[in-house]
């Protein structure tokens, strides 16, 4: 199985996407709370300065010592990371590829030879999981396609090997 995909057509820059390295990107998505009312859209930026201002209020209330909580709360998000299902949005790596102006569809090509065509206005509503609980996707992998909504959950797009941009 190859794990590398790439996304080509009309695009400015024919990108290649590796899944196997997503476990390490901020922008992913818990699956397990994603689908849920709970799952609320982060700012990044909002997000960072929260974060932020916990770090410097932190340094001010304990001094600039790494008390034994903080070893613990990086062992607990270094679990998290490892055992969590996740996916991370298309969107993200669409606009590094740049589609020309006149592209109208995106479609998913499968080592099957099946086409998967949608129009590049729904490219913000695609989700590819690569991780569940912690283990890369070797059946039907490197990614599955899974809708925003969540209507495909149970039956997502598999054995992706390409992006077309058209």
Do not use: C
């Amino acid at each position: 199985m190859e794990s590398i995909i790439p996304i080509k057509g009309n695009v400015r820059h024919t990108i290649t996407l590796d899944p196997t390295v997503w476990i390490f990107d901020d922008r992913r998505v818990d699956l397990k709370t994603y689908f849920t009312d709970s799952y609320i859209e982060k700012d990044e930026l909002e997000e960072y300065k929260r974060d932020m201002g916990k770090h410097w209020s932190r340094e001010i209330m304990e001094g600039a010592t790494f008390p034994p909580t903080l070893e613990t709360e990086k062992k607990f998000e270094k679990r998290k990371v490892l055992t969590g299902t996740y996916a991370i949005q298309l969107q993200h790596f669409m606009k590094i590829a740049e589609p020309a102006d006149n592209a109208q569809t995106f479609s998913f090509e499968t080592i099957d030879g099946e086409n998967y065509s949608f129009p590049l206005a729904k490219v913000d509503d695609i989700l590819f999981k690569f991780s569940d609980e912690g283990k890369p996707l070797l059946e039907g992998g490197p990614v599955h396609v899974l809708f925003k909504d969540g209507s495909n959950i149970d039956n997502p797009i598999r054995n992706i090997n390409a992006i077309r941009v058209d």
